[in-house]
């Protein structure tokens, strides 16, 4: 189930797509484990002494144990780069998804058209393949998006949009095209730690957007860097959402993910009725995209304003900036007003008719509540409303004192 909170933080182009390797899974691009076994046969076709035999062993073990970061620094060891290089580029040429199956190639295609039209506020990958530049090439249809590379200085820029439709896009551990591949430890200590580029630049990211990962094994890096923000601020960072298979391992880490990381898990099925594994994905993906028909549609009720009026009326007085907003708008600020603490959840507001018997303005319930939320971002706008995040109770709507005082 997709909370409704997430559904309209991805409508207002308040949240990131962090994909991995499970969103590409479907074309036949290899997973992580999938690529280093593959890397360690084409290793094995490069020994030529004793020594690099030894290091092969090495790697052997250590995907036994599940430790690729080791497992790579070994095959790095005996392949030269330009090879290892050429390696990875065959695992993940856009020519696996052209031989995969005239069904698999049909539900990559989907995905990938529903990634790019949902109202994200940017898409990232740790992915080398070229998928989502195909994607964003075929159907993204509101310009060209800004694209950077972990590598790249231009990170820096990338969260200042000239405009709030602006997408961007990242890939964050290289490309096929680029080279440069994120894929052992040395390099991820290199990304992530001896160069500050990219761990500055999760960081501003976590604390300004929602990430949702989608396909991801939620890596260590990522994790100590949401673990820390958590640390340092006492839990009060944008949420995450991660969607994940609804099996023992992430059943048993998902309160920790909330506590630690402030990710919550969106726990799923990975058979659905019949469907192929992991279908979930793209139900998920296939709803993401609704938010972007369905907000434009509720945005063309007139309860918006144009950046210009919002300036003219944050510049008004309060008193003139509420005899500006209409009965309707009105009407659900006193609403909210009525609430201790002068302060409430959407939820509290759909249902405070049911709760506390209060009559509302005949034409304020007859507003579904999607067209109330949309009213609410229009009074956080004008600045007669703030929007507070609550850790026990999600966002809190919060009229400001000076609005108390003018609403008396």
Known sequence: MIPNQLRRRVELGQCVAFVGAGFSAVAGMPSWGQLINRLL???????????????????????QHRNYSMAVKQIEQVMNPADLDQAIAREFSMDIFHRSSQADQTRMIDRLKHLVSAPWAGIITTNYDELVEHGLGRFYTNGHPSRSEGNDVRLGK???KEAATDLFFVKLHGSIQGGKYVLGTEEYDRTYINTPQVGTFMRSLMMRYHLVFIGCSLEDEILRIRRSLCSDFSGHIP???????????????????????QIESLLFDTESGGQPAYWAVDLFLAEMAKLARSGKSERS????????????????AIDERISQIGQINLDLLQLINSFPDHAATQSQIDSIEEQHQ????????????????YRIMYLIAIGLLTELESADTGTLYSIPSEVVLALR
Request: aromatic fraction near 4%.
């Open 158 to 160: 990338v969260l200042s």
């Open 358 to 373: 209060i009559d509302l303005n005949t034409t304020l319930s007859s507003l579904s509540s999607a067209e109330r939320f």
């Open 239 to 261: 949420t995450a959402y991660a969607l994940l298979a609804d099996d023992v391992d992430n059943r048993a880490r998902q309160h920790w993910l909330k506590e630690s990381a």
């Open 301 to 316: 009720h007139g309860q918006g304003l144009s950046p210009i009026s919002v300036k003219l009326l944050k510049a008004m």
């Open 41 to 63: 046969e084409s290793a094995r076709d490069a020994q030529v002494n004793e020594s690099q035999s030894v290091l092969i062993e090495g790697a052997e073990i250590a995907i």
